[in-house]
């Protein structure tokens, strides 16, 4: 149950980037908040942060039994608590960011996202 509300909200996620990566003019939400419109390259980053949610949901999903791609359960178990620090660090980042919509609207998300991939790591 966990790991699939973590997967909706990476989902969403995963939306948002894209519409950053196409040119939706909600760059102040993200990377800073230094560009309305994204610049090419955190336009890539963009991309790159979706290819990053859908392989952080698989390992969620992995480590709650409801999906078996990896062979190793040792993998799996790592990789859940790397995917919380992972979360950590994006409190703390998004936490010191210096756009205030970033700062209120990504931070609590992140929050979320930790306390449900801590839940998840916790099996």
Not at 3 to 21: D, I, M
Not at 30 to 42: C, D, E, K
Not at 53 to 69: D, G, P
């Amino acid at each position: 149950m966990f790991a699939v509300a973590a997967c909706v909200v990476l989902g969403l996620l995963a939306v948002f980037q894209l519409a950053l990566a196409a040119g939706a003019p909600l760059g102040r939400f993200a990377w800073g908040g230094q560009s309305r419109v994204l610049p090419t390259r955190l336009r890539i980053g963009s991309v790159v942060s979706i290819v990053i949610y859908a392989f952080i949901a698989v390992v969620l999903l992995e480590r709650a039994s409801l999906l078996h791609l990896f062979g190793t359960a040792g993998f799996v178990q790592v990789a859940a608590w790397v995917v919380f620090a992972y979360f950590v660090l994006g409190i703390l980042m998004n936490a010191i960011s210096r756009s205030r919509p970033e700062r209120f609207t990504m931070t609590p998300v992140t929050v979320v996202l930790a306390a449900l991939s801590l839940l998840v790591a916790l099996g």
